[in-house]
C-alpha cells in the first residue's frame, strides 16, 4: 500500500458547483496535511496548510482532517472556472509526502 | 513576493549529452529540495539539502545524477549522461524546515531525445 493515495481524475464539474477532493493515507504518524495546486507549466503551490485534525476554512476553500480514518478532504465551494488545475495532497512527519494529484475541470 | 528561481525552464537535448538544472532558493530558507514530476510517477523526491549540506539523495540514480549547493543562493542538478528515461518536469524547492510546507519553482521541462 501506497503511503499516500488520490485518485487522478479528471473531475469535471459544473461552474458554482461544490468540488470535494480526497486523499487517503497509511503512516500514522504524520502530522502536518497540506494542499497544493498545481496549474499547467506551474510549479505547485501552497494552498491550504493545517495541523493534526479538525477543519481549517479559507475563503471558498476548507481543509479537513480526519486522523481516525486516515482520510483528508479539500472542498472548494462556489468552484469557478479558475480552479481548474491539478490538486496535491501532502502530508508529513519528518518530510513531506506528495499525492499523485487529482485534476480537476470547472466546466463554464 | 519572494520566489524560486529555476533555469532553464525548459531543455531539450541529446542523449549522452551533460544537463545542468540551477536553482536560486528564497533569501533566509536553509532547506532545498529536488523532485522530479512524470504522469506517472507524480511528484518524486531526488535530493535534499539543508543549510547546504546534503541530507538524503537516496531517490536519486547515483551514478549519472548528482546534486550540489555550493553557495546558499544557489542549487544545482546534474545529470550525465543523459538518457531518454529522464524526461520529465524537474522542480527545486525551498523551505524552513523539513516537514513545514515547501515553496516550489515553476520547473526544468527537461526533454532527452
Known amino acids: 500500500q501506497k503511503e499516500v493515495e488520490q485518485d487522478p481524475g479528471p473531475l469535471s464539474v459544473p461552474e458554482g458547483a461544490i468540488v470535494s477532493l480526497n486523499c487517503t493515507y497509511s503512516n500514522s504518524a504524520f502530522q502536518y496535511f497540506m494542499w497544493y495546486r498545481q496549474y499547467s507549466r506551474k510549479g505547485p503551490e501552497l494552498l491550504m496548510y493545517?495541523?493534526?485534525?479538525g477543519n481549517k476554512e479559507d475563503g471558498r476553500f476548507t481543509a479537513q482532517v480526519d486522523k481516525s480514518s486516515k482520510y483528508i478532504s479539500l472542498f472548494i465551494r462556489d468552484s469557478q472556472p479558475s480552479d481548474s488545475a491539478t490538486y496535491l495532497c501532502a502530508m508529513s512527519d519528518d518530510k513531506i509526502i506528495f499525492g499523485k494529484g487529482t485534476r480537476l475541470h470547472i466546466l463554464p | 513576493d519572494a520566489r524560486v528561481t529555476q533555469t532553464p525552464r525548459h531543455k531539450v537535448t541529446e542523449m549522452g549529452q551533460e544537463v545542468t538544472m540551477r536553482c536560486q532558493p528564497i533569501?533566509?530558507?536553509?532547506?532545498v529540495f529536488w523532485y522530479r514530476q512524470t504522469m506517472m510517477q507524480g511528484l518524486e523526491l531526488l535530493a535534499y539539502?539543508?543549510?547546504?549540506?546534503?541530507?538524503?539523495d537516496s531517490g536519486m540514480p547515483k551514478d549519472r545524477f548528482s546534486a550540489e549547493m555550493p553557495d546558499a543562493t544557489l542549487a544545482t542538478l546534474k545529470i550525465q549522461p543523459s538518457e531518454p528515461r529522464d524526461s520529465a518536469v524537474y522542480f527545486c524547492?525551498?523551505?524552513?524546515?523539513?516537514?513545514?510546507?515547501?515553496?516550489f519553482g515553476d520547473g526544468t521541462r527537461l526533454s532527452i531525445l
Open positions: 524547492a525551498s523551505g524552513l524546515v523539513m516537514d513545514q510546507p515547501q515553496h
Open positions: 493545517t495541523y493534526s485534525s
Open positions: 539539502f539543508r543549510n547546504r549540506a546534503p541530507l538524503d
Open positions: 533569501l533566509g530558507h536553509n532547506t
